[in-house]
């Protein structure tokens, strides 16, 4: 069964640096590429960035433009979120998906990225 799920959230403060990680299993993740979306509190889901088999980053919204980056490690099925210079507005529940086309990113997110997880909540507060 494929399943991905993001953890590492909790509080922290803003201007401060998180790191999330995305644990893949059921499929071969070298193969796919993994977005990252967040969803705050009363508002919708925004995709945030993309990372592809080989680690190239694509970014769907420039509000995580220098703050925000993907890497993976594909022999622990493992992607990671690297999030810098929090704001208050960053509070959400982040979430990894995958790719149902496969390897390269596209260039913006679509409803082809799926088998989401349950999510991890990020609060940037002081």
């Known amino acids: 069964e494929v399943q991905l799920q993001a953890s590492g959230g909790g509080l922290v403060q803003p201007g401060g640096s998180l790191r999330l990680s995305c644990t893949a299993s059921?499929?071969?993740?070298?193969?796919?590429?993994i977005g990252w979306f967040r969803q705050a509190p009363g508002k919708g889901r925004e995709g945030l960035l993309c990372?592809?088999?080989?680690?190239?980053?694509?970014y769907w919204t420039d509000s995580v433009k220098g703050r925000f980056t993907v890497s993976r490690d594909n022999a622990k099925n493992t992607a990671y979120l690297e999030m810098n210079s929090l704001k208050p507005e960053d509070t959400a529940v982040y979430y990894c998906?995958?790719?149902?086309?496969?390897?390269?990113?596209?260039?913006?997110?679509?409803?082809?990225?799926?088998?989401w997880g349950q999510g991890t909540l990020v609060t940037v507060s002081s």
């Open positions: 990372v592809s088999g080989l680690g190239g980053n694509t």
């Open positions: 059921g499929f071969n993740f070298r193969d796919y590429a």
């Open positions: 998906g995958k790719y149902r086309s496969g390897y390269w990113c596209p260039s913006a997110w679509s409803g082809l990225f799926g088998s």
